[in-house]
């Protein structure tokens, strides 16, 4: 079985990938490179096609028309065991009948490798669960059966790890726990993983490149810091994280930035941050950005006047406030509470501002709520 | 705080601790009903095979163990037995073998008359017996074939599969596709995976099966007697002496069987929880 695919090594492209089920198009003309050695991840909601992506680079569905590589080598019509591929399931598919050192033992044993008690030792303590090894499968937690699906597939050492929603079954403090180990278990071991998750916080931790995929597509790839500050979508301004989209012109210019006329008052958004067609434009800012004065208070940067307070929630480490602008649309803005000055209260006059430079631009034609309806922590695939 | 603790545990009336004890007993009572209905019978064999009866066994005549020591006492009892067992572990074999193919194809690919063929599998198992035994029988004299007892195994064999293949079906349904992908994610091919993974999953499934075809031959006495001509089946030893009255042997026999399915399933459940023990 070790022919040249299995031990193909490089950048894995995906050149065009369409996958139709009938009528229903999964994946719709994706071209993708994952760079080796890079933790990647594919983010986006429940039916965007991340699910099938993956499985068509492990081999488990084939594509409808399209090419894979790995390298120079083209795998697109090899079987999922005839490539350098491994996944962490959804649901880790532990084999129930075979010890945990079985079950790691596995593919070793499958490809007819010879040290098989020293790779599975190694990795076993890799995961820190070496006493765990002649245990079934049923006799462990989540979080163990999670480590075990991954030492199961990072033990073979694959030119790629695929994780399908891999954290998806475990409680949100085990969840953060192991974002920060398979980072490092990543870094580690020096392999290329492909992460497919709708929990956006988790792709953000994790990757250092992600692409946001909606209805088969890529919306935005690009690394968590980029797709965050600067969206080139409604669906990504939203889905990651919350965003503020106000209507409005481009006016002119001013050196570097557009003068946008918001509802007759004036921004600017700096050019690198646009990506409207033409004059009309969505104002994106995100609501941490936002400062929130007393009215009568000077201001600096892009100021909206006008508002006023319409729910204030407090959480902790920060104030959440609804703002009613007069032209009747609701602004977010977080408000760090390390300032000592008490919350301003419902029905208060308010001033909002920014810094110009956080503000970037979308289409306006753009759907402002696209990817906001769909709550990313409720979906399962 | 302090007093509430101290006070004495309050108790509650006697008729709220009589219906409370009801509702909590009410299930266990209906069990044992049921289960004494059910085994009955079962006693009775049994104590009946310490009967120092004789040729016939109606009457209780005191107690021996005679008949437990010698089980073959009676006359053609264990030739039966043996015709039996036989046909029962050839029929068993053929059946589950076939059977489990069937059920694989049914349960794990599409193809054209799948769905009938799910159907017709069904059909022997909702088919009289007398009408089966009938047909088989002049179905074989028809190909100028003797009653006997490869035309007995035959005829199991046919109504065993149906059987087999609902059971493995059912277990092969519960097995999670991801397993065998997963299997083939890990470098191992189709041949591979069915053998380390699909057949390990699906075999207490096809265990059962077995054990049922078995049974159901072991204890065939319609379909048998039509087709197996001048041969002996304990079944149709117990039916021809009932007439004169059953010889204590063929209690000792039955309740053998009993202690025995008893001892596989016992054990199987024994397995089965050493394996995954919550």
New interface residues.
């Given amino acids: 079985?070790a022919d040249a695919s299995?031990s193909a090594k490089g950048d894995l492209r995906l050149t065009r990938i369409t996958k139709s089920f009938g009528d229903f198009t999964a994946v719709d003309d994706l071209s993708l490179v994952i760079p080796e050695g890079s933790f990647f991840a594919l983010l986006g909601p429940s039916g965007c096609g991340k699910t099938t992506t993956l499985r068509i680079i492990?081999?488990?569905e084939e594509p409808t028309v399209g090419s894979i590589h790995i390298g120079a080598v083209d795998i697109t019509t090899k079987?999922?065991?005839q490539r350098p591929?491994?996944?962490v399931?959804?649901?880790y598919?532990?084999?129930?009948?075979l010890t945990i050192y079985e079950n790691v033992a596995?593919?070793l044993r499958?490809?007819g490798i010879k040290d098989v008690k020293e790779a599975v030792d190694k990795v076993l303590n890799l995961v820190e669960l070496p006493h765990l090894a002649q245990r079934?499968p049923?006799?462990l937690s989540g979080g163990q059966q999670q480590r075990i699906a991954l030492a199961?597939?990072i033990v073979?050492r694959p030119a790629l790890l695929l994780l399908d929603e891999p954290l998806g079954a475990l409680d949100l403090k085990l969840r953060r726990q192991m974002q920060i180990e398979l980072k490092w278990i990543q870094t580690e071991v020096g392999l290329t993983f492909v992460h497919v998750t709708h929990d956006q916080e988790e792709a953000m931790t994790m990757a250092d490149t992600i692409a946001v995929m909606n209805e088969g597509k890529i919306e935005q790839m690009g690394s968590p810091a980029d797709l965050y500050d600067n969206p080139e979508t409604a669906f990504v301004a939203n889905f990651l994280g919350q965003s503020n989209l106000i209507k409005g012109t481009v006016e002119g210019t001013d050196g570097d930035s557009l003068v946008v006329n918001v509802f007759s008052q004036r921004i600017k958004i700096a050019k690198s941050r646009s990506h409207a067609k033409d004059n009309s434009v969505l104002a994106g800012i995100r609501p941490e950005k936002i400062r929130i004065h007393p009215e009568g208070t000077p201001a600096t940067g892009n100021v909206l006047t006008g508002g006023v307070i319409a729910d204030v929630s407090y959480i902790g480490v920060s104030t959440q406030y609804q703002v009613e602008m007069p032209w009747k649309q609701e602004l977010m803005v977080f408000e760090q509470n390390d300032d000592g000055v008490p919350p301003l209260n419902k029905g208060d006059a308010v001033v909002l501002s920014w810094e110009s430079i956080f503000t970037f631009a979308l289409a306006g034609d753009e759907d402002a709520s696209a990817g906001s309806e769909v709550m990313p922590e409720d979906l399962d695939e | 705080m302090k007093q509430l603790a101290d006070a004495p545990i309050p108790t509650l009336p006697i008729n709220a601790r009589i219906s409370r004890w009801f509702g909590r007993n009410l299930i266990r009572i209906y069990a044992v009903f049921g289960f004494t209905y059910l085994f009955i019978p079962v006693l009775y064999t049994f104590i009946f095979s310490f009967n120092d009866g004789g040729k016939s066994n109606l009457v209780w005549k005191g107690f021996t163990t005679a008949n437990w020591q010698n089980p073959c006492g009676a006359p053609e009892v264990c030739t039966a037995l043996g015709n039996s067992i036989k046909i029962g572990l050839l029929a068993t074999t053929f059946s589950t073998i076939l059977g489990t193919g069937i059920a694989f194809a049914i349960g794990r690919y599409n193809f054209k008359g799948r769905s009938s063929t799910n159907l017709l599998i069904f059909l022997p198992m909702a088919t009289p017996e007398i009408v089966l035994g009938a047909s088989l029988l002049s179905l074989f004299l028809v190909f100028q074939i003797n009653p006997g007892f490869w035309p007995t195994v035959i005829a199991h064999v046919m109504f065993c599969i149906s059987f087999v293949v609902v059971t493995v079906k059912a277990r092969i349904a519960s097995l999670?596709p991801?397993?065998e992908?997963?299997?083939?994610?890990?470098?191992?091919?189709e041949f591979?995976t069915f053998r380390?993974?699909t057949l390990?999953?699906v075999a207490p499934g096809i265990a059962g099966a077995a054990l049922l075809a078995f049974s159901l031959s072991f204890d065939d006495f319609i379909i048998t007697n039509f087709n197996s001509g001048t041969l002996s089946t304990f079944p149709k030893f117990v039916y021809v002496s009932a007439t004169r009255g059953i010889p204590p042997q063929a209690n000792v026999i039955g309740s053998s069987m009993f202690f025995l399915a008893l001892i596989i399933v016992v054990v199987g459940q024994f397995v089965g929880n050493k394996?995954?023990?919550?």
Avoid: C
């Fill in positions: 079985m299995t492990a081999g488990l079987k999922s065991y591929i491994n996944t399931f959804q649901n598919a532990l084999f129930p009948h596995f593919g499958r490809r079934k049923t006799q199961r597939a073979n | 999670d991801r397993l992908q997963a299997a083939m994610d890990l470098y191992a091919n591979e380390r993974v390990p999953l394996r995954k023990p919550h």
